[in-house]
T-cell receptor, first 112, second 115 residues
Framework: DAKTTQPPSMDCAEGRAANLPCNHS???????VYWYRQIHSQGPQYIIH???NNETNEMASLIITEDRKSSTLILPHATLRDTAVYYC?????????????FGKGTLLTVNP | NAGVTQTPKFQVLKTGQSMTLQCAQD?????MYWYRQDPGMGLRLIYY???????DKGEVPNGYNVSRLNKREFSLRLESAAPSQTSVYFC??????????????FGEGSWLTVV
């Protein structure tokens, strides 16, 4: 699976959109981009994933660049409960889940 | 729907003691995993079970054993606990071991301190 690079930390004001970047310049055509988050003292939680097209669900939107070398997770209206570490992960279609690698992620702090 | 349930949530052990962390999932998933997470670090895979009856080593298996008791349950055993095993342990499950589209669901974690 391709390596991903994220900023170590970001801040966001409550009620504003939080835009979390992820670089995956070596991603291959058969790799999905997945996002998980981990709220303090809890297990990681799935947020969203995508391959080529932008995706949206009830939690967030995922914008993947046309060349697929980077992506942005958007939390449209961040709340204090969104303060967490966010992990961007590249996963191979048909690849083994046991190879899933969680790096250090981005600590998003939502401020009142 | 409970998802992935781990017990105990907190445990303090003395060096050399043994213990077993229990994990159960109610999503009829085939694959299960045990991770550890040390302060400021990402998750590291200890062992995984692709399906009932099979187990395999992950990135950091030394000092641990696992048992896939049935499809629902996957336990992690520390035979002789060491201070280096002080960590937060997460159990997880997914429908299959491969797929890329599969979502992995995690338990709430077990905080283990070895003194």
């Amino acid at each position: 699976d391709a390596k991903t690079t994220q900023p170590p930390s970001m801040d966001c004001a409550e009620g504003r959109a939080a835009n979390l970047p992820c670089n995956h310049s070596t991603i291959s055509g058969n790799e999905y981009v997945y996002w998980y988050r981990q709220i303090h003292s809890q297990g990681p939680q799935y947020i969203i994933h995508g391959l080529k097209n932008n995706e949206t669900n009830e939690m967030a939107s995922l914008i993947i660049t046309e060349d697929r070398k980077s992506s942005t997770l958007i939390l449209p209206h961040a709340t204090l409960r969104d303060t967490a570490v966010y992990y961007c992960i590249a996963r191979t279609i048909g690849g083994s889940n046991y190879k899933l690698t969680f790096g250090k992620g981005t600590l998003l702090t939502v401020n009142p | 729907n409970a998802g992935v349930t781990q017990t105990p949530k907190f445990q303090v052990l003395k060096t050399g003691q043994s213990m077993t962390l229990q994990c159960a999932q109610d999503m009829n998933h085939n694959s299960m995993y045990w991770y550890r997470q040390d302060p400021g670090m990402g998750l590291r895979l200890i062992y995984y079970s692709a399906s009932e009856g099979t187990t395999d080593k992950g990135e950091v298996p030394n000092g641990y054993n696992v048992s896939r008791l049935n499809k629902r349950e996957f336990s992690l055993r520390l035979e002789s606990a060491a201070p280096s095993q002080t960590s937060v342990y997460f159990c997880a499950s997914s429908e299959r071991i491969t797929g890329g589209r599969d979502t992995i669901y995690f338990g709430e974690g077990s905080w283990l301190t070895v003194v």
